[in-house]
């Protein structure tokens, strides 16, 4: 019996390590989307960022030009600030 592919993938909050959002596999190309109910990203002028839905802290994101999809990932540095 062969193991099932993971389709969706949970992206804990670096701030407060609650749920910031999920990713869902949309294709068998490995191209991930954000799935329903994560928050929308938004940008400005220091960048793209997510709004954590739990502890409510900017959470800084930045481009990944290897992630099929989206293309950001988490940054390595979060100074973990409200908005």
């Known amino acids: 019996m062969t193991a099932q592919p993971q389709s969706v993938n949970v992206v804990p909050c670096p ?18 989307a954000l799935g329903k109910g994560s928050p929308r990203v938004q940008s400005d002028e220091l960048g793209p960022f997510m709004i954590c839905p739990h502890c409510k802290k900017r959470v800084v994101l930045i481009p990944d030009r290897t992630a099929a999809g989206a293309g950001l990932k988490l940054s390595d540095v979060q100074p973990c600030v409200s908005p």
């Open 15 to 32: 701030c407060c390590k609650g749920e910031l959002y999920r990713t869902t596999l949309i294709d068998d190309r490995g191209v991930w």
